[in-house]
């Protein structure tokens, strides 16, 4: 590691500890009665129950009523934990650093994030090119003192003149779009709402951007179908009923529809999405802005492969596509050629391509090589300069930059070093770092070994195992294991201040890679989609079977954990192996696979999961459902189901009916509990609750492995 990326040196912790008194166990609790109301589906001839149907209704009273009875026995529960309130208490001084994001510079403008530490929500910067004095463009901690309103895009047009940015209020995925002036951080009368799965793609006086029609009744926002997906072209100063649609298809409701356009806004592209039918890949068609002809015209078309634009190249534009290429390549397509005429300018490498930077004058693509960060530099016809000379086996991402850069900024982190920024030298590849964070620990002090499981098919799956550097390897450490698997999404080295307070206890986290994500390119992913799911599952197990012949732990102290698809792997995998964990933590998952399309943007899902609607997708759907799969009189672990009020993602549904199934089929002293959190959604809304969150989930968890965890006697300096 080159000195100059040496992390700050960290504290010790002092040599008297605070040990938390440990009381007695809290009593195995006694749950709330859930009411069962008979009603069953046919699906296909086989009849299903679905007696927790009249938990799906979340504006219901009574459903209301159920989860204050919920919360109450496991508030309850989590209060006899003796030491929650110290642990809350190390996670803020562990997150209590200052943290800012690489910039980005666009239109003479730089604008970056800015968290002193224990801010709920980050405050946004902005300077006048490079070195202009900095100042706050919005503190959302003041416009909203509870800290549960996220902002986020802020894009300048071209002249530099405007800013459109979004405000999602309670961690709703629902976003309102609005424009402000860079100069004086006024924002304009402009109010845009109902938008979701959208981009901000400028062009003359306004931009591009996507939106749902309004919901008949806004009272079910939260959990109603999302159908059919339009973009529109706002001009600044109007109002939004006088929006011009740019295009619908509504013949098609379950398509997703954006916009980009690129940054010399010659063409605006339009990318199209068919997910809700099974197909996993997008259109893409174009439409020349410096034409008077509005007429959109094929790009790339059909939805079995995937494409992306990454920049305009004359009359023609760069793409990033698979198709062709499982591992994906960058082609240059002239508008209207046949595919023949395609040209390769990257060819598809043996090791995945991840994405595409385009910074100044060349492109920088990245790839991972066992799962680590390889980024390149290659000039526009694809010839190769160089590799660039990153810091460790870690995570990182190169930024885009104008054409008329000569810089551009790189993120590094991975499981012991914080996200660190480098200032990039285009013209040499060069890397210098530019923000380093001062911590208030020792990331020294914790390593990360490599590691490889046998699933059951045979495939070996990669495994990262994080832990203190002293640990010794004598099957006695509480070990939390995580995964996710799916959507083609590669689970990475990254950086977590909250982990330091599990691993300085002597616990261990452990990543796994299983089939469904990209670590491998898009055969890893297929490996894992459809029928083929329960591959994750099998991968998942091996790994904590391996990690338990390899002494790294035993049954006993074992944990997992996941959230959203993770959160389904989580509750698939206790109802097949609920002897091999101690605890599990299931986080806003996917827990019935057979309704999960009837809510907001789950039709997205069909591409990776199947549907239920088709009889074979509702063969091996319903033979790992988690719901459906409960058995009663079956002792599963110590479970701590965690989601939020308004998560209209994976909406809680799934988390309220899975859990009311599970309190009925469990039998033994292992506590299965339900934590909702309010005003919060598919993530935390805000530090303080993410952080409480995490204290939850870590108390319950440390207290049924039989932890005893000292914190230190006072503050960290």
């Not at 997906?229 to 379950?254: F, K, N």
């Not at 459809?530 to 994750?536: D, I, R, S, T």
């Not at 389904?568 to 986080?587: D, I, N, S």
Request: charged share 20%; no cysteine; glycine share 8%.
């Amino acid at each position: 590691m080159p000195r100059s990326f040496r992390p700050t040196a960290g504290v010790v912790l002092p040599a008297v500890l605070a040990t938390a008194a440990l009381g007695a166990q809290p009593a195995p609790p006694t749950y709330p009665p859930t009411a069962t109301v008979p009603h069953v589906d046919s699906y296909h001839g086989v009849q299903v129950a679905d007696p927790y149907r009249w938990l799906e209704d979340d504006t219901a009273s009574a459903v209301k009523r159920w989860v204050d009875a919920q919360n109450a026995v496991t508030f309850g529960y989590l209060e006899a934990i003796p030491f929650r309130a110290p642990l809350l208490e190390r996670l803020r001084q562990l997150q209590d650093y200052e943290r800012l994001s690489a910039p980005a510079r666009r239109a003479g403008w730089t604008i970056w994030t800015r968290n002193s530490g224990l801010q709920n929500q980050s405050v946004w910067m902005i300077r006048r090119g490079a070195t202009g004095p900095e100042r706050v463009l919005v503190d959302p901690n003041v416009r909203d003192p509870a800290g549960t309103t996220r902002y986020g895009g802020f894009v300048p047009d071209r002249a530099g003149r405007h800013l459109a940015y979004s405000i999602s209020k309670a961690g709703s995925d629902w976003q309102e779009l609005r424009v402000m002036d860079p100069v004086t951080g006024e924002d304009r009368a402009d109010r845009i709402r109902w938008v979701k799965v959208s981009g901000i793609a400028w062009w003359k006086d306004g931009f591009f951007y996507s939106r749902y029609p309004a919901p008949a009744d806004t009272t079910k926002a939260l959990s109603v179908r999302n159908e059919d997906h339009r973009v529109y072209y706002h001009r600044i100063g109007t109002p939004q009923s006088a929006d011009v649609l740019v295009y619908a298809d509504a013949a098609d409701p379950q398509r997703f529809h954006t916009v980009r356009t690129t940054d010399d806004e010659r063409w605006a592209i339009l990318s199209i999405s068919d997910r809700g039918t099974g197909a996993d890949g997008n259109e893409l068609w174009v439409r020349d802005l410096a034409s008077a002809d509005t007429t959109w015209r094929p790009l790339v078309r059909g939805f079995a492969d995937q494409a992306t634009v990454l920049d305009g190249d004359g009359d023609a534009l760069l793409v990033l596509t698979n198709r062709g290429a499982p591992n994906k390549r960058v082609v240059r397509i002239r508008p209207g050629a046949s595919e023949s005429a395609w040209t390769t300018v990257i060819a598809e490498s043996r090791e995945p391509m991840q994405d595409v930077a385009v910074a100044g004058r060349w492109l920088y693509p990245s790839y991972l090589r066992d799962v680590v960060t390889v980024i390149e530099q290659r000039d526009r016809t694809g010839r190769k300069l160089r590799d660039l000379a990153l810091p460790g086996l870690g995570t990182a991402s190169m930024g885009d930059a104008e054409r008329d850069e000569t810089d551009a900024f790189l993120t590094y982190t991975s499981f012991t070093q914080p996200p660190v920024t480098y200032r990039v030298t285009l013209a040499t590849g060069a890397l210098a770092p530019y923000i380093t964070p001062r911590l208030p620990f020792d990331p020294s002090r914790f390593t990360v070994t490599r590691s490889w499981a046998t699933s059951r098919d045979g495939t070996r799956v990669p495994m990262f195992i994080v832990h203190r550097a002293d640990l010794a390897r004598d099957g006695t450490n509480p070990t939390i294991v995580y995964g996710y698997g799916g959507f083609n999404v590669a689970t990475l080295p990254g950086f977590s201040a909250s982990r330091i307070a599990w691993l300085e206890q002597g616990g261990i986290y452990v990543s796994v890679n299983m089939r469904g994500g990209s670590e491998y390119g898009e055969a890893w992913h297929k490996g894992g989609m459809l029928a083929n799911k329960q591959n994750v599952f099998d991968d998942f197990i091996a790994a904590g079977e391996q990690l338990i012949r390899d002494r790294w732990t035993s049954s006993a102290k074992l944990a997992m954990q996941g959230g959203s698809n993770g959160g389904l792997l989580v509750g698939a995998v206790m109802t097949q192996r609920p002897e091999l964990f101690k605890v599990a933590l299931p986080a806003v998952g996917v827990m019935d696979m057979l309704r999960f399309q009837k809510f907001t943007i789950g039709w997205n899902w069909i591409a990776d999961y199947g549907t239920s609607d088709d009889p074979k997708g509702f063969e091996y759907l319903r033979a790992y459902s988690p719901l459906h799969n409960l058995r009663d009189g079956t002792a599963y672990p110590a479970t701590m189901v965690t989601t939020a009020d308004h998560d209209d993602r994976v909406v809680p549904a799934h988390s309220f009916k899975f859990a009311a199934r599970l309190q009925a089929a469990h039998r033994g002293p292992n506590p299965v509990l339900i934590r909702i959190d309010t005003q919060s959604g598919h993530g935390a809304s805000s530090l303080s609750k993410g952080l409480a969150s995490t204290a939850d989930v870590y108390a319950f968890t440390m207290w049924n492995l039989g932890m005893t965890p000292r914190f230190p006697a006072t503050p960290v300096p």
